[in-house]
């Protein structure tokens, strides 16, 4: 996978240079570029953005240093073009995971009030937003979802390792623990030392419902509620 990011702080994005995402850029998993759109502005100043027409408050992306440098990007046939906004709709792991199949994706960084609306008209794909808050521009969100985009091309992790993951399965993640036992008194709950893999598994699948009703029980709308789950979760009702 090939990502291209359009930005003015190319140098924000040096923190995809660590760890996992630094070892599939070196293991040629995806190769990351970054596109200062200032060199592309088209005029002597270097100028960005300028004042709405019409009249009103803040700064508006330009058309021109955008259209520019996406014509300089080498695209592919099924070129995705993401373009980061607050308005744009929910990244969830759904979305990453059809993200994370693609040849080539180009995010679009902005840091002004607004984007020229021809962009969105003649450039864009998708419209992004990692949450309802307003960030100052789009690169953190651009760097969270590339995190999450390409820990899911196989061979970036081990691949069974996020089969299990939050979201991924529609249901919160069960408790974990690891050695020792006990710990100053704190102990691992006697399942887990069981032996018995039936029962650890029936265990977790009820505190992966437990948590999900507790923390998240928006999730449970969408998931495929069996009978036993069901009646699990009216014996949590009833608890509670
Ligand atoms: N740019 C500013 N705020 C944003 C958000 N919440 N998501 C994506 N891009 C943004």
Redesign the pocket.
């Known amino acids: 996978m090939k990502i291209d990011y359009l930005t003015l702080f190319p140098e924000m994005f040096d923190v995809l240079n660590h760890s996992i995402m630094k070892r599939a850029q070196e293991k040629g998993i995806v190769e990351l570029n970054t596109v200062n759109f200032r060199d592309y502005s088209g005029n002597k100043h270097n100028q960005v953005d300028d004042y709405p027409y019409g009249g009103g408050q803040g700064m508006v992306l330009k058309p021109e240093p955008i259209f520019n440098a996406m014509n300089a990007i080498d695209k592919a046939s099924k070129t995705r073009v993401i373009l980061?906004?607050?308005q744009?709709k929910p990244f969830t792991q759904q979305v990453a995971e059809s993200l994370a199949q693609e040849e080539h994706l180009v995010f679009i960084c902005g840091h002004y009030e607004g984007y020229d609306e021809r962009i969105r008209e003649h450039l864009v794909t998708d419209e992004?937003?990692?949450?309802d808050?307003?960030?100052t521009?789009?690169e953190l969100?651009a760097i969270t979802m590339t995190d999450a985009i390409v820990r899911l091309i196989p061979e970036s992790i081990k691949e069974e390792s996020h089969l299990d993951d939050s979201f991924s399965t529609g249901l919160l993640e069960y408790p974990q623990y690891t050695r020792p036992a006990d710990y100053n008194g704190m102990k691992v709950p006697d399942v887990l030392l069981s032996g018995n893999h039936k029962h650890i598994e029936s265990w977790r699948h009820e505190m992966r419902l437990k948590r999900t009703f507790e923390r998240r029980p928006d999730l449970l709308e969408h998931y495929p509620l069996t009978q036993s789950d069901k009646e699990y979760l009216e014996h949590l009702k009833r608890d509670k």
């Open positions: 980061m906004c607050p744009g992004l937003s990692i949450g808050y307003v960030l521009g789009g969100a």
